[in-house]
Structure formats: C-alpha cells, structure tokens
C-alpha cells in the first residue's frame, strides 16, 4: 500500500512515517517546513526515511489546493493520514486568522485531492480541545462539543464537521481521531514536556500557567501510533474516536517526574491563568478499544523516563 501523511516530517507524521515504512509499505509525506520551530529539527526527524526508496518528500504547503491535488493525482495513494495542521492552543489565540486559513482551508483543500484521487480511506488528527469546557469525565466521543474555547479547537472541530460532509456526499470513509496532550521522542518544542525538559536541565524557569492542578490525559507518542497505523489500514464510513492514555495526571506530577529522571530541581515561574487553557483533559477509550483494537501500553512514568533519556541523548534535538 501507498499512504500519504501530511505534516508527515513532524512528530507525530515522522513516527507514523517510520511506522509505515517499517511494515514495508511506502510512504508519501506532504510537508511546508514552516518556521513554528526549527525546520531543521522537521529534517532530522525524517533523515532516515529519506534514504528509503520506498519514501517520497513533497514540500508543499496545504494550502496550495492546486499544487496538493497535483500530488494526490500523481501518486494516488491507497490511504491519507491528514495530521498537518497550524498547532498550539496559545498560539492561535495570537494570530486566529493564521489557523483558520491553514487548518480550515489546508483541511478542505486535502478533503478535495483526496476525493479527486479516489482516496480509499482518509484518517485526520483532530485534538481533545474540541472538548473546551466540558464538564463530564472521562470526555466521550457521544459528549457535547459546543464550547470550545480558542480558535485551534475551533478549527478543529470544524474540520472534523468538514470531514463529515465529505463522507456523506461523496461516500469517502474517513476517521477523525482525538489526541489528548501526546508527548514523546521528537516532541514539540513548545510542547510542556518538551519545553519543561529543556528548561529544567538547562536551569531556567519554567513558565507555569495556574497553580499547577490543571489536569492533562498525557498520552506516550507509541500508543498514538499504534492507534493511528489501525486507523489506516481500517476504514470506516465516518467515526469519531479518542486516543488517549486512560489515565490523568495534574502538571505539578509532570514536573516532579520530570526532575525525577533529570535529576534536577524545577525553578517556576508561576503566571496568571490562560484564557484559552483548559482546566482537565480525561478521555474514554472505549470506542477506540471496540474498533481499533486500541490499549494505552505506556504510561506516564515510563513514558517520561524514555523521554528523558531521548532528550539527553539528543539534546539539540529538544531545543
């Protein structure tokens, strides 16, 4: 098979990129490189694959509609697995036009090759944010998702009722997986164990938003592929899932474990609340375990301790 990933040289699209390839299927990655951070680390990520003949590299932006369909057409992949997208809940609150153009518009442009390719099945990660706030725990797929509270979630959410016009008018199987707060190997810099990582070891202040009680479902970046590669190979007419670790902690336990396998002391610089945060992310996993098969193996202490050890082993990797 032949699956195209957009967004596919960063974290999360290079790990499924290194997943794909290691089945001995072929990969198409669709990527912009923007400056969100370092391209460089972007290019690090995929290096290996790129010496694998079964890999291709695009460098196009999604929103280029014309440029993406000429992609789509001429490789005619049997699968997408859309995961570029403009990232960040605090980001987005700066510049909330930046991500309706390129997750709105890059969405439908890569809903609209996809249909003209004849794309068997489509996969796009969508986030938990869609949740905003809502006030039942664990979050379940059947919930209300009426108030989400920054433009990323919005969009989102958006682009997952987008997805679901397309697989009602053109019959095109499409599955919209939410991701709850994935770290790991490769993480996003701006990511908080990423960023809290560096920070401590490099003996900086941590910026920490609230008091530190704000609860995260932080999900190891292997079970989000391991739930994204069975979302790949099985397509369904439209579905919406979770893809979380099952298990919530607060952030002031991040940070402990995090000095744990450091072993250095955290400085924090306690700041105001964030308008666009929200105060616990919990998800159900029970669709996810029913369809795909999906079990959270890793979870957040030894997910950290692989982490960490990355991190130290690549440093510049993790700036």
Same mark, same amino acid.
């Given at each position: 098979?032949?699956?195209?990933?957009?967004?596919?040289?960063?974290?999360?699209?290079?790990?499924?990129?290194?997943?794909?390839?290691?089945?001995?299927?072929?990969?198409?990655?669709?990527?912009?490189?923007?400056?969100?951070?370092?391209?460089?680390?972007?290019?690090?990520?995929?290096?290996?694959?790129?010496?694998?003949p079964?890999?291709?590299l695009?460098?196009?932006?999604i929103r280029?509609?014309?440029?993406?369909?000429?992609?789509?057409?001429t490789?005619?992949?049997?699968a997408?697995?859309?995961?570029?997208?403009?990232a960040?809940?605090?980001?987005?609150?700066?510049?909330?036009?930046?991500?309706?153009?390129?997750?709105?518009?890059?969405?439908?442009?890569?809903?609209?090759?996809a249909?003209?390719?004849?794309?068997?099945?489509?996969?796009?990660a969508?986030?938990?944010?869609?949740?905003?706030l809502?006030?039942?725990?664990?979050?379940?797929?059947?919930?209300?998702?009426?108030?989400?509270?920054?433009?990323?979630?919005?969009?989102?959410?958006?682009?997952?009722?987008?997805?679901?016009?397309?697989?009602?008018?053109?019959?095109?199987?499409?599955?919209?997986?939410?991701?709850f707060?994935?770290?790991?190997?490769?993480?996003?810099p701006?990511?908080?164990?990423?960023?809290?990582t560096?920070?401590?070891?490099?003996?900086?202040?941590?910026?920490?938003?609230?008091?530190?009680?704000?609860?995260?479902?932080?999900?190891?970046?292997?079970?989000?592929?391991n739930?994204?590669?069975?979302?790949?190979?099985?397509?369904?007419?439209?579905?919406?899932?979770?893809?979380?670790?099952?298990?919530?902690v607060d952030?002031k @336990?991040?940070?402990?474990? +995090? *000095? &744990?396998?450091?072993?250095?002391?955290?400085?924090?610089?306690? $700041?105001?609340?964030?308008p !666009?945060?929200?105060?616990?992310?919990?998800?159900?996993?029970?669709?996810?375990?029913?369809?795909?098969?999906? @079990?959270?193996e890793?979870? +957040? *202490? &030894?997910?950290?301790?692989?982490?960490?050890?990355?991190?130290? $082993?690549?440093?510049?990797? !993790?700036v």
């Amino acid at each position: 098979m032949k699956i195209l990933i957009t967004g596919g040289a960063g974290f999360i699209g290079s790990h499924l990129t290194d997943a794909i390839l290691g089945r001995g299927d072929s990969v198409v990655v669709v990527d912009n490189f923007n400056d969100f951070y370092d391209p460089a680390v972007k290019r690090t990520n995929i290096a290996a694959a790129m010496d694998n003949p079964r890999f291709r590299l695009y460098e196009i932006d999604i929103r280029d509609g014309q440029k993406l369909k000429t992609v789509f057409l001429t490789e005619a992949p049997d699968a997408v697995c859309h995961i570029a997208a403009r990232a960040g809940v605090r980001p987005s609150i700066e510049d909330p036009m930046l991500y309706e153009e390129v997750n709105s518009m890059g969405t439908l442009n890569v809903l609209e090759a996809a249909r003209k390719a004849e794309v068997k099945n489509l996969v796009f990660a969508s986030s938990s944010s869609v949740y905003g706030l809502n006030s039942k725990v664990p979050f379940s797929e059947t919930d209300p998702v009426e108030q989400p509270i920054s433009p990323y979630a919005s969009t989102k959410r958006a682009n997952e009722l987008m997805c679901y016009t397309y697989s009602h008018l053109y019959k095109m199987p499409i599955t919209c997986l939410r991701f709850f707060t994935v770290y790991g190997e490769r993480g996003r810099p701006d990511m908080a164990v990423a960023k809290f990582t560096r920070l401590i070891n490099e003996g900086k202040a941590i910026p920490l938003f609230g008091d530190g009680s704000a609860i995260r479902d932080f999900t190891y970046v292997g079970d989000i592929i391991n739930g994204l590669v069975a979302s790949v190979y099985t397509p369904m007419r439209y579905e919406i899932i979770n893809l979380g670790g099952s298990r919530t902690v607060d952030v002031k @336990t991040l940070i402990s474990l +995090i *000095e &744990e396998n450091l072993g250095k002391k955290a400085i924090i610089d306690f $700041l105001p609340p964030f308008p !666009g945060d929200v105060p616990v992310t919990s998800a159900d996993t029970t669709k996810a375990e029913r369809l795909l098969g999906f @079990t959270p193996e890793v979870g +957040i *202490e &030894e997910g950290i301790r692989r982490y960490v050890k990355w991190f130290l $082993l690549n440093k510049t990797a !993790g700036v």
